[in-house]
Protein backbone atom coordinates (compact mmCIF):
# COMPACT_ATOMS: atom_id res chain seq x y z
CA UNK A 1 0.00 0.00 0.00
CA UNK A 2 0.78 3.54 -0.26
CA UNK A 3 3.13 4.92 2.32
CA UNK A 4 2.56 8.49 4.03
CA UNK A 5 5.38 11.17 5.67
CA UNK A 6 4.86 13.78 7.47
CA UNK A 7 7.18 16.10 8.48
CA UNK A 8 7.70 18.30 10.89
CA UNK A 9 7.06 15.45 13.86
CA UNK A 10 6.74 18.40 16.21
CA UNK A 11 6.40 22.02 15.56
CA UNK A 12 5.82 25.08 18.63
CA UNK A 13 4.76 28.16 17.37
CA UNK A 14 4.62 31.58 19.06
CA UNK A 15 0.89 32.97 18.48
CA UNK A 16 0.48 34.82 15.06
CA UNK A 17 3.38 33.32 13.08
CA UNK A 18 3.04 31.30 10.11
CA UNK A 19 3.99 27.69 9.51
CA UNK A 20 4.49 25.07 6.72
CA UNK A 21 3.60 21.49 7.36
CA UNK A 22 4.58 18.47 4.50
CA UNK A 23 3.25 15.55 3.45
CA UNK A 24 5.07 12.99 0.84
CA UNK A 25 3.58 9.48 -0.58
CA UNK A 26 4.70 6.65 -2.54
CA UNK A 27 2.20 6.72 -4.97
CA UNK A 28 -0.40 8.10 -7.23
CA UNK A 29 -3.31 8.97 -5.30
CA UNK A 30 -7.16 9.12 -5.58
CA UNK A 31 -7.65 10.65 -2.30
CA UNK A 32 -5.44 12.99 -0.24
CA UNK A 33 -7.05 14.79 2.77
CA UNK A 34 -5.50 17.05 5.49
CA UNK A 35 -7.04 16.61 8.98
CA UNK A 36 -6.49 18.51 12.51
CA UNK A 37 -7.24 16.54 15.57
CA UNK A 38 -8.21 18.68 18.53
CA UNK A 39 -7.16 18.22 22.25
CA UNK A 40 -10.13 16.57 22.82
CA UNK A 41 -9.33 13.94 19.76
CA UNK A 42 -12.25 15.08 17.49
CA UNK A 43 -11.27 14.96 13.75
CA UNK A 44 -12.00 17.72 11.78
CA UNK A 45 -11.54 17.08 7.92
CA UNK A 46 -9.68 20.42 6.83
CA UNK A 47 -9.43 19.85 2.59
CA UNK A 48 -9.44 17.38 0.61
CA UNK A 49 -6.93 17.82 -1.94
CA UNK A 50 -5.58 15.46 -4.52
CA UNK A 51 -4.24 17.86 -6.74
CA UNK A 52 -4.12 21.67 -6.99
CA UNK A 53 -4.70 24.49 -4.35
CA UNK A 54 -7.29 25.49 -2.08
CA UNK A 55 -7.74 28.07 1.05
CA UNK A 56 -9.89 28.32 3.94
CA UNK A 57 -9.62 31.28 5.78
CA UNK A 58 -6.12 31.03 7.25
CA UNK A 59 -5.43 27.37 6.12
CA UNK A 60 -4.42 26.74 2.64
CA UNK A 61 -3.12 23.94 0.98
CA UNK A 62 -1.49 22.66 -2.19
CA UNK A 63 -1.15 19.27 -3.78
CA UNK A 64 1.46 18.69 -6.13
CA UNK A 65 0.22 15.07 -7.58
CA UNK A 66 3.47 14.63 -10.10
CA UNK A 67 5.77 15.18 -7.35
CA UNK A 68 4.07 13.20 -4.94
CA UNK A 69 3.64 15.81 -1.67
CA UNK A 70 1.35 18.33 -0.03
CA UNK A 71 1.16 21.10 1.78
CA UNK A 72 -0.49 22.70 4.31
CA UNK A 73 -0.22 26.66 5.44
CA UNK A 74 -1.06 27.57 8.67
CA UNK A 75 -1.06 31.20 8.77
CA UNK A 76 -1.47 34.14 11.91
CA UNK A 77 -1.30 31.08 13.86
CA UNK A 78 -4.18 30.77 16.78
CA UNK A 79 -3.81 28.91 20.02
CA UNK A 80 -6.81 26.94 18.72
CA UNK A 81 -5.13 25.79 16.19
CA UNK A 82 -2.97 23.47 18.51
CA UNK A 83 -3.40 19.72 18.08
CA UNK A 84 -2.09 16.80 15.49
CA UNK A 85 -2.37 17.39 11.88
CA UNK A 86 -3.00 14.43 9.90
CA UNK A 87 -2.17 13.60 5.75
CA UNK A 88 -4.23 10.47 4.61
CA UNK A 89 -4.69 8.86 1.18
CA UNK A 90 -5.21 6.20 -0.55
CA UNK A 91 -4.47 5.02 -3.83
CA UNK A 92 -4.49 2.63 -6.68
CA UNK A 93 -7.44 0.11 -5.88
CA UNK A 94 -6.81 0.73 -2.08
CA UNK A 95 -10.25 1.86 -0.18
CA UNK A 96 -8.69 1.80 2.98
CA UNK A 97 -7.39 5.40 3.58
CA UNK A 98 -3.55 5.68 5.06
CA UNK A 99 -2.79 8.49 7.73
CA UNK A 100 0.38 9.70 8.14
CA UNK A 101 2.32 9.73 11.47
CA UNK A 102 0.94 13.33 11.85
CA UNK A 103 2.79 16.61 13.03
CA UNK A 104 2.15 17.91 16.55
CA UNK A 105 1.47 21.15 16.99
CA UNK A 106 1.35 23.90 19.64
CA UNK A 107 0.71 27.46 19.18
CA UNK A 108 1.33 29.63 22.70
CA UNK A 109 0.34 32.73 23.39
CA UNK B 1 -27.40 16.52 5.62
CA UNK B 2 -26.31 15.35 8.71
CA UNK B 3 -22.64 14.17 8.81
CA UNK B 4 -20.98 11.06 10.42
CA UNK B 5 -22.07 10.44 14.04
CA UNK B 6 -20.53 9.01 16.42
CA UNK B 7 -21.51 7.55 19.70
CA UNK B 8 -20.70 7.17 22.96
CA UNK B 9 -18.03 10.61 22.28
CA UNK B 10 -15.98 9.41 25.46
CA UNK B 11 -16.18 6.30 27.56
CA UNK B 12 -13.91 5.28 30.55
CA UNK B 13 -14.50 1.53 31.28
CA UNK B 14 -12.51 -1.32 33.64
CA UNK B 15 -9.91 -3.72 31.82
CA UNK B 16 -12.27 -6.96 31.14
CA UNK B 17 -15.50 -5.47 30.58
CA UNK B 18 -17.21 -4.77 27.25
CA UNK B 19 -18.04 -1.79 25.62
CA UNK B 20 -19.52 -1.38 22.00
CA UNK B 21 -19.11 1.73 20.18
CA UNK B 22 -21.60 3.08 17.33
CA UNK B 23 -21.60 4.89 14.43
CA UNK B 24 -24.23 6.24 11.94
CA UNK B 25 -23.03 7.33 8.83
CA UNK B 26 -24.06 9.71 6.22
CA UNK B 27 -27.39 8.27 5.16
CA UNK B 28 -26.97 6.33 1.67
CA UNK B 29 -23.15 5.70 1.91
CA UNK B 30 -22.85 1.78 1.30
CA UNK B 31 -19.16 2.47 2.28
CA UNK B 32 -18.33 2.48 5.96
CA UNK B 33 -14.79 2.09 7.92
CA UNK B 34 -13.67 2.13 11.16
CA UNK B 35 -10.12 3.36 12.22
CA UNK B 36 -8.31 3.99 15.64
CA UNK B 37 -5.57 6.05 17.13
CA UNK B 38 -3.84 3.62 19.84
CA UNK B 39 -1.00 5.24 22.58
CA UNK B 40 -0.89 8.47 20.28
CA UNK B 41 0.83 6.33 17.37
CA UNK B 42 -1.00 7.11 13.88
CA UNK B 43 -4.15 6.15 12.96
CA UNK B 44 -4.87 3.02 11.76
CA UNK B 45 -7.90 1.28 9.48
CA UNK B 46 -9.51 -1.65 11.15
CA UNK B 47 -12.18 -2.59 8.84
CA UNK B 48 -14.35 -1.62 5.73
CA UNK B 49 -18.24 -2.47 5.64
CA UNK B 50 -19.92 -2.30 1.66
CA UNK B 51 -23.88 -2.48 2.95
CA UNK B 52 -23.56 -5.10 5.64
CA UNK B 53 -20.86 -6.92 4.24
CA UNK B 54 -16.96 -6.61 5.56
CA UNK B 55 -15.08 -6.16 2.67
CA UNK B 56 -11.79 -5.94 4.45
CA UNK B 57 -10.85 -6.33 8.02
CA UNK B 58 -7.21 -6.60 7.84
CA UNK B 59 -6.98 -4.09 10.34
CA UNK B 60 -8.50 -5.62 13.03
CA UNK B 61 -6.30 -6.63 15.97
CA UNK B 62 -7.69 -9.86 17.39
CA UNK B 63 -10.82 -11.18 18.30
CA UNK B 64 -11.93 -9.25 21.05
CA UNK B 65 -12.90 -6.98 18.86
CA UNK B 66 -16.11 -7.55 16.91
CA UNK B 67 -17.85 -5.28 14.26
CA UNK B 68 -21.43 -5.60 12.93
CA UNK B 69 -23.47 -3.54 10.39
CA UNK B 70 -27.01 -5.10 10.00
CA UNK B 71 -29.29 -4.10 7.30
CA UNK B 72 -26.29 -1.96 5.98
CA UNK B 73 -27.35 1.10 7.64
CA UNK B 74 -25.33 1.81 11.18
CA UNK B 75 -22.27 -0.36 12.38
CA UNK B 76 -21.46 -1.44 16.03
CA UNK B 77 -17.99 -1.84 17.13
CA UNK B 78 -17.66 -4.04 20.43
CA UNK B 79 -14.60 -5.15 22.49
CA UNK B 80 -14.75 -7.93 24.68
CA UNK B 81 -12.97 -8.13 26.86
CA UNK B 82 -11.33 -4.67 26.95
CA UNK B 83 -7.71 -4.51 27.58
CA UNK B 84 -5.65 -1.55 28.54
CA UNK B 85 -4.03 -1.12 25.37
CA UNK B 86 -7.34 -0.63 23.58
CA UNK B 87 -7.33 2.73 24.84
CA UNK B 88 -7.55 5.31 22.25
CA UNK B 89 -9.74 7.28 20.07
CA UNK B 90 -12.14 5.14 17.21
CA UNK B 91 -13.08 6.90 14.35
CA UNK B 92 -15.57 5.78 11.51
CA UNK B 93 -15.91 7.16 7.96
CA UNK B 94 -18.31 6.92 5.40
CA UNK B 95 -18.41 6.57 1.60
CA UNK B 96 -20.72 6.92 -0.85
CA UNK B 97 -18.66 4.68 -3.46
CA UNK B 98 -14.99 3.76 -3.05
CA UNK B 99 -13.49 6.40 -5.03
CA UNK B 100 -15.27 9.04 -3.14
CA UNK B 101 -13.89 11.03 0.06
CA UNK B 102 -14.43 9.15 3.41
CA UNK B 103 -16.00 11.54 5.66
CA UNK B 104 -14.76 10.93 9.08
CA UNK B 105 -16.76 11.36 12.55
CA UNK B 106 -15.48 12.97 15.30
CA UNK B 107 -14.76 9.45 17.21
CA UNK B 108 -15.18 8.00 20.39
CA UNK B 109 -12.63 8.30 23.46
CA UNK B 110 -11.75 4.99 24.73
CA UNK B 111 -10.19 4.73 28.16
CA UNK B 112 -9.85 1.56 29.38
CA UNK B 113 -8.23 1.47 33.33
Known amino acids: GIQVEQSPPDLILQEGANSTLRCNFSDSVNNLQWFHQNPWGQLINLFYIPSGTKQNGRLSATTVATERYSLLYISSSQTTDSGVYFC???????????FGTGTKLQVIP | EAGVTQFPSHSVIEKGQTVTLRCDPISGHDNLYWYRRVMGKEIKFLLHFVKESKQDESGMPNNRFLAERTGGTYSTLKVQPAELEDSGVYFC???????????FGPGTRLLVL
Open chain 2, 93 to 103: ASSGTVLETQY
Open chain 1, 88 to 98: AANSGGYQKVT
